[in-house]
């Protein structure tokens, strides 16, 4: 029988992506993507020793494992960088989790049998048997697929509760957002609703010392929602030109009164780790009074809005192959009827 804890520490491990851009097939993509993995391992077991036992939860970056696409196909990259959704990846490390007995989150782009021809940038989040436990598909994107491109047939595969997991666990309620979808308060919301109470954030972003919109967002969804936020950026994308130390630093985790609890700067580091504790979560949660946002949201006087307005459109990738003007066309079509409208 599992126990469930009432604390424990969490670490948003901060490490270089090295990209497979410039391999030049899949085969040397994979093994790029092995020794990250072998990397990682080394990591990982290294930081246990030093932060304690009772680390629990490691989080890690946006596409750790491969950096993003740049100019690429859709078909190109699902082929070069794209993992299978039980692929060798995955299980190598499931091992990581199994050894050291944690939950390991990250974040990869993914190919789904049910949409051939596509990928997914997912979050993931695989329990200490090295089991995947929850699987998120990122919603708001500008250069990759998403199940709302595909709406109507995510839904038949998936069902919405598919769209907003929430993984309960021994070590609290997880549920994933990824990079700048923390600026949607809506993707958050939607997992709060559903008993989220730690969000896992694999992020590649710019760092600044001063407030960046997304430390701002950070910030905020950890308050209106009384959740956690454990936030893990990039160290740095190798391999590719933009400049190395362009996404880097400010790895953080912020506590659910919106209290940063822990904080890293440039380069690979293991210093952003925390303690969670879910008592303290839980009995604010359930302590009536001014601070307590969550039980004193109105949602029925949103909903009609929301229903009444349409913005991108959903299924736009339901026939067919398409490349990546696709992406800005259908926004410039977005934007010129919002326009239209008066409403922007």
């Known amino acids: ?22 391999t030049s097939n899949r085969h040397e993509a994979r093994s790029l993507m092995q020794n990250s993995i072998n990397r990682l391992a080394q990591q990982i077991a290294a930081s246990i020793a030093f932060i304690g036992f009772d680390c629990r939860l490691i989080v890690l970056p946006e596409y750790f494992l491969t950096g993003f696409p740049m100019g690429d196909s859709l078909l190109g990259w699902a082929e070069k960088a794209c993992i299978e ?5 995955y299980e190598a490390l499931g091992k990581i989790a199994q050894k050291h007995k944690i939950f390991l989150a990250g974040n990869a782009y993914e190919v789904d049998p049910n949409f051939p021809g596509l990928y997914f940038q997912t979050c993931f989040i695989i329990d200490p048997s090295g089991s995947i436990v929850l699987r998120y598909r990122r919603l708001n994107s500008l250069f990759a697929p998403t199940p709302h491109d595909v709406w109507d047939k995510y839904l038949d595969c998936y069902g919405l509760e598919g769209v907003f997991p929430v993984a309960k666990t021994e070590i609290g309620n997880l549920a994933a957002l990824a990079s700048e979808e923390i600026l949607y308060p809506e993707v958050a919301r939607c997992l709060a609703m559903r008993g989220a109470e730690i969000f896992v954030h694999s992020t590649s972003e710019v760092y600044n010392k001063n407030l960046t919109p997304k430390d701002a967002a950070k910030i905020t969804r950890a308050v209106e ?31 659910h009164r919106g209290i940063v609890l822990a904080e890293t700067g ?5 210093a952003a780790f925390a303690e ?15 601070n307590n946002l969550l039980s004193r949201q109105r949602f029925e006087l949103y909903a009609e809005s929301y229903r009444q307005s349409h913005f991108y459109p959903a299924n736009t990738m339901l026939e067919g192959e398409v490349d990546r003007k696709h992406f800005l066309q259908t926004q410039q079509a977005t934007i010129e009827r919002l326009a239209k409208l008066g409403i922007i």
């Open 1 to 22: 029988m599992t126990t469930n804890l009432e604390s424990y520490r969490a670490l948003a491990l901060q490490v270089t992506c090295h990209a497979v851009n410039q």
């Open 85 to 89: 959704m039980a692929g060798a990846e």
């Open 225 to 255: 929602n009384l959740a956690y936020v454990v936030s893990a950026n990039t160290a740095g994308v190798a391999n590719i030109a933009i400049p190395i130390a362009s996404a880097d630093g400010g790895s953080k985790i912020i506590d």
């Open 266 to 270: 440039a380069g690979e580091s293991m």
């Open 276 to 290: 969670i504790d879910l008592a303290a979560l839980r009995r604010d949660r359930r302590r009536p009074g001014l």
